[in-house]
């Protein structure tokens, strides 16, 4: 089930339902559709643009089988709709007759038209047609969609490149119109079937715009806006990125680093778009699965802490929600930080009580995954591995802090600290690889670093840590003398920046009676 949406305009929309049943057209596409594209500038100039071609008088009788008269009334018809559309123009379709006729008519014109300036009105024309009313999408469809769609494929292909004035216009109203025939949304047609050869020729064209790195802006926004459409239907979500790897190229796109970001740096549009695309993707379970070899959480994250735009935040904010509890996600948004970035947003004013119930459940998701991945028993077996990383267990505080005294239960003896002897004899068995002038390899300078962290938060919470780490050298017997003594000369007796600043800080912890004053001094 497709949750609707965030809300990303002033349109009516009602509460959750499958693949948003009770939206009306605008409420269900949001900003997907061609003409909310770009910022205020371009959507004024894409606005005038659009105005100034429903003016058009087309010269019918320059093509072949088309019924002139008829057409000649209906754009009359259409030089009378409202500049944010409205269905009353189109009432001469209600006629059956005239219905098949006119719908026969323009795509007869398309099918011959040399004229860049007509063409475009047509496209323009059965766009603003299907966007006022959905259910005219079948006007185009039944027997006769394979030839229909065929016949838009080629402008497409013949005009992708036109420098012509309406060539942007066309391009980007023609993208959305082929993407709404292949799926109208749910009551108002099915799907194709999959495979289609028509669908998978588009995908091609929609995976080509995001992988060609010379890609304008403009081009990459009209792809991922039919995307918008199509990914919302299962069947045609899964085909297609099985073939094209959609998921791989949003990605690619949503890092800093690629040349799009570069050039378009914190373009609310391309952002919004991006993380509408993904965020469909992440409802099939595959996909979110292989979602994780990428860096998008790590990226949304990012964009969540630069850009401010509430619908950008939404989506982000959406993903995040499908990808929750699946494949490795909850441990890379921990480790990157998550959890302080959903305070953050938590505390801010949503105008959609949908966006606090997400952030809700993502939140409810992350923090009993920070409890298993701080268990004693996973950070145990992370030990007996031999190596560590900066895993949650070892950035949490409270994991030290509720569990310090289970690593040294007190009223036992030392010989009975399981754990703590086992990482105190994983960090000797590290400096005595040192001592041998043995090679230390970056995950053993890494392994030593965290160990110095944790007993430094180890001393820190036990009610006897510190006197413990001074005075176990009889527990061991390798020569090697106490755990402090070990890490004081870490300070000092190695090359490696990190590993220094770590037993540093944790001599610090050992000394200091009061770290939490100053530490908050510190900062």
Not at 72 to 96: E, H, I, Q
Not at 196 to 202: D, E, S, V, Y
Request: negative net charge; hydrophobic residues 40%; aromatic residues 6%.
């Amino acid at each position: 089930m497709i949750r609707r949406p965030p809300r990303s305009t002033l349109s009516s929309s009602s509460a959750a339902s499958d693949v948003y049943k009770r939206q009306g057209i605008n409420a269900e596409y949001g900003d997907d559709h061609p003409s909310t594209m770009g910022d205020h500038v371009e959507h004024t100039a894409t606005m005038n643009q659009e105005a100034r071609l429903r003016k058009h008088s087309p010269r019918w009788a320059d093509y072949p089988g088309v019924p002139v008269d008829l057409l000649d009334r209906f754009a009359v018809d259409y030089k009378g709709r409202a500049a944010d559309g409205d269905a009353k123009w189109s009432a001469m379709l209600d006629d059956d007759s005239n219905a098949e006729a006119i719908a026969n008519g323009l795509m007869s014109a398309l099918a011959n038209c040399g004229n860049s300036t007509d063409m475009a009105y047509v496209v323009l024309m059965m766009d603003d047609l299907i966007q006022d009313l959905r259910s005219r999408a079948s006007l185009f469809r039944g027997d006769k969609l394979d030839e229909n769609i065929d016949i838009l494929l080629r402008l497409l292909e013949n005009h992708a490149e036109s420098n012509a004035v309406e060539a942007d216009l066309l391009n980007q109203r023609l993208m959305h119109l082929i993407a709404v025939l292949f799926y109208p949304g749910l009551g108002y047609g099915e799907a194709v079937e999959c495979p289609h050869p028509g669908l998978t020729k588009f995908c091609k064209i929609c995976r080509d715009r995001l992988a060609y790195p010379d890609t304008s802006l403009r081009q990459i926004l009209h792809a991922l806006s039919a995307l918008q459409v199509l990914l919302r239907h299962q069947g045609i979500r899964q085909d297609a990125n099985e073939q094209f790897a959609f998921h791989r190229h949003c990605a690619q796109l949503l890092n800093p680093t690629s040349k799009l970001l570069k050039e378009h740096q914190n373009n609310n549009q391309l952002l919004y778009q991006l993380s509408f695309c993904l965020w469909l993707l992440s409802y099939d379970p595959a996909i979110a699965e292989a979602i994780a070899a990428t860096d998008v959480v790590h990226n949304m994250l990012r964009v969540m802490r630069d850009v401010t735009k509430e619908k950008v935040l939404r989506m982000c904010i959406a993903c995040f929600r499908n990808l929750v509890d699946k494949a490795d996600h909850n441990e890379t948004m921990i480790e990157q930080g998550a959890l302080k970035q959903l305070v953050v947003l938590r505390n801010k004013t949503w105008s959609d009580e949908e966006v606090v119930e997400d952030l809700a459940v993502v939140a409810d998701a992350l923090a009993k995954s920070v409890k298993i991945l701080s268990s004693v028993d996973k950070y145990r077996a992370e030990v007996k591995t031999g190596q560590l990383d900066w895993t949650p267990v070892h950035k949490s505080e409270s994991f030290f802090r509720e569990n310090a005294e289970k690593f040294a239960p007190l009223g036992k003896p030392m010989i009975e600290f399981d754990d703590l002897i086992l990482l105190c004899n994983l960090l000797r068995t590290k400096v005595a690889m040192q001592q041998q002038e043995l090679p230390l390899s970056k995950e053993d300078k890494r392994t030593i670093s965290v160990i110095c962290h944790d007993l430094g938060e180890f001393a820190r919470w036990h009610p006897r840590g510190k006197k413990i780490l001074n005075e176990d050298s009889n527990v061991y017997n390798d020569g090697l003398g106490s755990t402090k003594s070990i890490i004081m000369k870490l300070m000092t007796e190695n090359a490696d920046t990190e590993m220094n600043k770590n037993a540093l800080t944790c001599i610090h912890k050992m000394m200091v009676n009061n770290w939490q004053f100053l530490e908050t001094r510190d900062r």
